[in-house]
């Protein structure tokens, strides 16, 4: 069982970069100029109810899970939790968030196989 729920996490990391990032390359296709044109990204997700209300869950969301992934990983002594704070400033927090509990769900299996082992 926490075989299959940490690839399930690691799929939904991978699906996490590919999927906002198709997004952002079809925003910087029909944006004039070259470069991500991050006010015209920030003025795009705040145009409808709708957007914003996503932009605010996401934002929200996005702060506490980072703060939880700096005190569980280093608590956890979770190997690359840093790393994982840089994906989902670069990448995407839908990357970095299944990355981290990807990474722990890891170091919960060694954990308990030392466990079992002593």
Known sequence: MR???????LVLA???AILP??????FMQA??????????????ANLTAAS??????LLVA???????IGV????MQVRGWWVTLIVCVTVSFACGGPLFLHLRERRLQ???????SS
């Open 110 to 116: 060694e954990l308990e196989a030392a466990e079992e």
């Open 31 to 44: 944006a004039a100029g070259p470069g991500f044109d991050l006010p015209g990204f920030i003025q795009d």
């Open 62 to 68: 996005a702060s506490a899970f980072t703060i939880w």
């Open 52 to 57: 914003r209300s996503l932009s605010r869950d």
């Open 14 to 16: 991978v699906l996490g």
């Open 72 to 75: 569980e990983g280093r608590r």
């Open 3 to 9: 075989s299959a729920l940490t690839w399930g996490y």
């Open 21 to 26: 990032w198709q997004a952002n390359l079809e």
